[in-house]
Structures are given as structure tokens and as C-alpha cells.
């Protein structure tokens, strides 16, 4: 058996009842055959595929709280320093009902990989809790946050482990835990990113994921003779990542015709209203339904169904695993030539294969999205020198990272032989540092 295939099966056996976790794993295991195969005996002697699948640290723990009845709440909270290898743990908090440790190993795992692309020296962890802010008061949101940070502090810090936002946590938790933090370790120092402007956050940096996301697609088009002008776009998702790339797709002249979120979703054809959608999602903190009734060339329907709209160029920003063999069948029927991933894993293993072999052009999240953990590392950056930088400085330097991932990907997979293949060239070239720097360091 290849050495692969022993490891992938060794991860399947000794991680049960975490199939997001085999998921990710798998994709990344088998596409990096070929970089493997030609260090077969070096890689097994240091069991380097056995270590990178293991994390370094894990840590799951109770996180009790008061809601606003007076009834104590108890929550799990979660977080997995991965891999250390290039520079301190990086990841965000993913505050949600679906989170299990086997949903933060994957998204850990991924991590590793996508924060090598950045060419930024942060490691790769993740964490979060099953807590879901949705429908909560600001006081139950404190509570939560404070005890989840009360426990959390012991393990991070601005020089080993540096958490962000993810799904469920915005600015408002990033503050919450942030006075925590301060508050029971008595520094201030940069422990978090993704704080508000008023203290040591960055300006671009709520914009970075979904702006990084076009950077790139736009950088894919050119290369490969297309450009974002009038083009159809259909984003799912209406949290931050899918804001953002819908406002920078408008800029850079293309329509973004769809949005949804966990209840329903929204077709406009005149183009979705970014200032209505702020005003509804981050203001409000509504339904889409309310969108809808707001815009009148907007229809909304319940349930799935972005992907069967007609598009140029889908953009996948909501959460794992929402885009499936049958939803890729449809887009291709429809005539869409590119996939970019805004959100992490939207894309089902079967849909990715399908939607490649019809050459749809297809960017990985661990590339797409990269741009909010590298404008995280640019915030460190800012919080070590204690300066601040323009917004026009900021996101000059995402754009020029973003353009360069994919630059990093695309020779990856021209050098491996599977030119246009940037699944296998994100994988090759966000391994290939991390593999430099763990036999570097020795076994450890
Ligand atoms: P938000 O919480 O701001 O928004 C998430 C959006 O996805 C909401 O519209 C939400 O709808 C929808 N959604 C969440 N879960 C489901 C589900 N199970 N089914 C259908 N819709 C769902 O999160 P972000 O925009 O920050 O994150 C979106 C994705 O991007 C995630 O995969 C995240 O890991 C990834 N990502 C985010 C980064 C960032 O900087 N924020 C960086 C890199 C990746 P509803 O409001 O109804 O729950």
C-alpha cells in the first residue's frame, strides 16, 4: 500500500465520527501523490505525513454561562493548535450550533496550508464552540464570550497562538473576548485579530476575505483570458466574506445576481443592493426575508437553490460542503467557466472533480480566502510596530498577495505536470514550506 493510502486510512481509523476531518485530509493527502511518491522513503523514515495529520495540541474544554432568564448555559469550547511549523498558531473561532472537534480539525488542518500560500510566517490552528449567537441578547453574547475566554487565555498569546473571527464571530465577540483577555492576563498586546479600529484592529480588515476572493479570481481570469467585466456572478452566503466579494465584484464590473443564508436565499436581478444588504445583515442582523421586502426587483425563495440560477462565475462564501455533485451539474449546464471558494470546503469532493474535468476554473478556499488570515497577519504586524496603515496600504498588500498565491499555484502545478490543476497546486505549494520547515526543526 502507498504511503498515502496508509496514512489516510491510519486518520480515518484513529479519528472516528469525524468525516469533515477525512474530508480534508483526503483532498489534501491525495493531491499531493506526486511530491510523496518522489520522497517516499525520506517522508516515511521521518513519518512526516503521520505528524502533519496530527495535531500538535488540542484542546476542548466547558464553558458555562448565564443567559438572560437566569438558567446556567453550558457550552464546549474548542481549540486545536495544529501545526507550528512556519510561525504561531493562526486560525479563527467558529461560534456555531454544528461545531465538533472533528469540524475544527478540518478547518485546523486546512489552515496549515492555506497560511504557507500567504508566504506569511503563522502557523496553521482553529477553534470555536458550539454556542450560536444567533437570536441572543449583547449581555448573552458577553457572557458567553467572557467564560469561553476565561479558559482560552491560558493557551494563546500575541507570540504562540493568535485567534480571529470565523462563522458566528464578528467584531462584537473579537471585543468581548479581547477585554477578557486583557482583563484576566493584564497585557494588551495583539491576541486576537479582527478588533475594532478603536483598538488595534486594521482598516481593510473586515473587507479582506471577500476583496482577497476577487483579487484572485480576477488574477485566474486574466491568466486564462477572461476578465470580471459584465459578468454574472452568483455568491451564496450573506455574512462577511459574501459582502465583501459581492461589493468588490460590483467594483471590478461584474453583477452578483444571488445571496442566501441557513433559512432561504435571494434572486436580484438588477444586482444585489450592498448598502441594503449591510443594513439588514450587520445592522439589524435580520433575514434575508427582510431584504426582499426592502428591494422590489428582488425575489426570495426558502430553502437551497443559488446554483440553479444562471451565471458566469460562482462564488461559494457561506460554509462547508454546500455546493454538491448535482449543484455543479447544474452550473455547468448553465454555462458558468469559474468556481472561486469564499467560504472553507463549500465545494463536495465529487462536485470539485466534476466541475474540473468540464474545465470550470476552479480556486480552492485555502488559496481563495486566504486574503482575511494574511490582512490577520498584517494586523499583527501593525500591533508589533504599534502603528497604523492606511486602508489604501493595507489593501495594496493584499491584492499583492493574493495575485502572488495564485502565481505560487499555478507554477506548482505547472512544475507537478497538471498545469490549470490548482487544487493539487495549492496543496503542493502550502506543503512544500511547512515540509522545509518540520524537517528543519527535527522530530518535533
Ligand atoms: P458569517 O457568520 O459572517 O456568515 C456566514 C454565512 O453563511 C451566513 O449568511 C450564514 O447564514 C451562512 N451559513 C452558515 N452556516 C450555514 C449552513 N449550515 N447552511 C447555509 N448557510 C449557512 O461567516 P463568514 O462570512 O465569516 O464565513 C463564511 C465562510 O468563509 C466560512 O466557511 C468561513 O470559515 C470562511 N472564511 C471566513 C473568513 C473571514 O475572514 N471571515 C476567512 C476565511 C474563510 P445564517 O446567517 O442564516 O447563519
Known amino acids: 500500500m502507498s504511503y498515502v493510502d496508509e496514512v489516510i486510512d491510519l486518520v480515518v481509523s484513529k479519528n472516528p465520527a469525524e468525516p469533515e476531518f477525512h474530508q480534508a485530509v483526503k483532498e489534501v493527502l491525495e493531491s499531493l501523490r506526486p511530491v510523496v511518491e ?9 513519518a512526516l505525513l503521520e505528524r502533519l495529520t496530527n495535531p500538535e495540541r488540542q484542546f476542548k474544554f466547558r464553558v458555562p454561562w448565564v443567559d438572560d432568564k437566569g438558567q446556567v448555559q453550558v457550552n464546549t469550547g474548542y481549540r486545536v493548535q495544529f501545526n507550528s511549523a512556519i510561525g504561531p498558531y493562526k486560525g479563527g473561532l467558529r461560534l456555531h450550533p454544528s461545531v ?18 500567504t508566504g506569511l510566517p503563522i502557523g496553521g490552528g482553529k477553534g470555536g464552540s458550539d454556542f450560536d449567537p444567533k437570536g441572543k441578547s449583547d449581555r448573552e453574547v458577553m457572557a458567553f464570550c467572557q467564560s469561553f475566554m476565561t479558559e482560552l487565555c491560558k493557551y494563546i498569546g500575541a507570540d504562540t497562538d493568535v485567534p480571529a473571527g470565523d462563522i458566528g464571530t464578528g467584531a462584537r465577540e473579537i471585543g468581548y473576548m479581547f477585554g477578557q483577555y486583557k482583563r484576566i492576563r ?61 461589493q468588490k465584484a460590483h467594483q471590478l464590473g461584474a453583477k452578483v445576481v444571488t445571496v442566501s443564508d441557513s433559512t432561504g436565499w435571494v434572486y436580484d436581478p438588477e444586482g444585489i443592493d450592498v448598502d441594503l444588504l449591510k443594513e439588514v445583515k450587520e445592522v439589524n442582523r435580520a433575514r434575508l426575508t427582510e431584504y426582499a421586502a426592502k428591494r422590489p426587483s428582488a425575489q426570495y425563495h426558502e430553502g437551497r437553490g443559488v446554483w440553479t440560477v444562471k451565471c458566469d462565475i460562482a462564488l461559494p462564501c457561506a ?30 469532493l465529487e462536485a470539485t472533480q466534476y466541475l474540473q474535468e468540464n474545465k470550470v476554473l476552479f480556486a480552492p478556499g485555502k488559496a481563495a480566502n486566504a486574503g482575511g488570515v494574511a490582512t490577520s497577519a498584517l ?53 512544500e514550506k511547512v515540509v522545509d520547515a518540520m524537517l528543519a526543526q527535527g522530530v518535533c
Open 100 to 117: 465538533n472537534l472533528g469540524i475544527i480539525k478540518f478547518l485546523g488542518f486546512e489552515q496549515i496550508f492555506k497560511n504557507s500560500l
Open 186 to 246: 493584564g497585557v494588551y498586546e495583539g491576541v486576537l485579530t479582527g478588533k475594532g479600529l478603536s483598538y488595534g484592529g486594521s482598516l481593510a480588515r473586515t473587507e479582506a476575505t471577500g476583496y482577497g476572493l476577487l483579487y484572485l479570481t480576477e488574477e485566474m481570469l486574466k491568466c486564462n483570458g477572461h476578465d470580471m467585466k459584465d459578468k454574472i456572478v452568483a455568491v451564496s452566503g450573506s455574512g462577511n466574506v459574501a459582502i465583501y466579494a459581492t
Open 319 to 348: 460554509t462547508q460542503n454546500e455546493l454538491d455533485l448535482e449543484d455543479a451539474k447544474q452550473l455547468v449546464a448553465n454555462g458558468c467557466f469559474a468556481v472561486a471558494e469564499g467560504a472553507n470546503m463549500p465545494t463536495t
Open 38 to 46: 518522489a520522497n517516499e522513503e525520506k517522508f516515511r523514515k521521518e
Open 379 to 431: 494586523e499583527m504586524s501593525q500591533n508589533s510596530e504599534r502603528l497604523s496603515w492606511t486602508f489604501e496600504e493595507v489593501d495594496g498588500k493584499l491584492h499583492d498577495i493574493m495575485v502572488n498565491i495564485f502565481h505560487n499555484l499555478d507554477d506548482a502545478a505547472k512544475r507537478y505536470g497538471v498545469e490549470g490543476d490548482y487544487v493539487v497546486g495549492a496543496n503542493i505549494a502550502g506543503f
